[in-house]
């Protein structure tokens, strides 16, 4: 086939800035101001990240999670242990998450330790969520080979059965949250003419030392 150039598909960035002197000197309270404006600006899914892990086979793995909560402890989402990320965390337990703000030309990538969330933390955000997403997660053998769609269609009979009348469905012990524990966040915001300002937090011992760091 063919090469299908698309070299010339280009974007001038220059909206905002960012120095050592303007961002705040805690990454958190930075990322909470960036993800405030980024969920104004692009709504739902703003909250979209690529969690990237190390294979089993050491490889490097993405995929998309929303990211659920944040705070000093952590940045959380929720997946099922069993799959291929959540074995990925079990067996390596860093990670990376890269949130990419396209309206605001922004980055934001973190890195650091992984652990489960706590139960009841799971628990909690488990039965905040619709029937149908919480049935969701006893039905699918998450990365998981299957024969066919069938085969949910029928887990997801067996499911909605067994829970009939039920208004309290069980957190499913192969689901919950991770999170990750901070040692570096970076921020990045495009520039004219490819001189994009990246401000680089890094953990030593328990201070946050800024760096800026070239495009
Ligand atoms: C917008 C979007 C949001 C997603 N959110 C999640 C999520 O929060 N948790 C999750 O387990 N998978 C989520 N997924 C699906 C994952 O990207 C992935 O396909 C799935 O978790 C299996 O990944 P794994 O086989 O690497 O474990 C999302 C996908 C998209 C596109």
Redesign the pocket.
């Known amino acids: 086939m063919a090469s299908k150039q698309i070299g010339s598909i280009r974007k001038e960035y220059g909206i905002g800035e960012l120095s050592k002197e303007n961002v705040n000197s805690d990454p958190i309270v930075q990322f909470e101001s960036w993800f405030k404006e980024a969920y104004e600006r692009e709504g739902e ?1 703003a909250n ?1 990240t690529t969690l990237s892990t190390i294979g089993l086979d050491g490889h490097p ?1 993405g ?4 990211l659920k909560f944040y705070s000093e402890d952590g940045f959380a ?4 242990y069993n ?4 074995q990925e965390l079990e067996n390596h337990a860093y990670a990376s998450l890269t949130f990419h703000w396209k309206t605001l030309e922004r980055q934001v990538r973190i890195r650091g330790t992984v652990e489960k969330t706590d139960p009841i933390i799971s628990d909690d955000y488990f039965d905040s969520r619709p029937r149908e997403s919480r049935i969701g997660a006893w039905t699918s053998p ?2 998981q080979e299957i024969a066919d769609r069938s085969v949910l269609e029928e887990n997801e009979l067996f499911y909605k059965n067994k829970f009939q009348g039920q208004e309290c469905i069980p957190r499913p012990p192969h689901w919950g949250g991770f999170i990750i524990n901070p040692q570096k966040i970076e921020f990045w915001q495009g520039r004219a003419s490819r001189l994009h300002d990246r401000i680089v937090y890094q953990l030593e011992g328990s201070d946050w030392k800024i760096k800026r760091l070239a495009p």
């Open positions: 899914e979209a793995e995929r998309i999670v929303l989402f929720y997946t099922n799959s291929m990320k959540g998450q990365s």
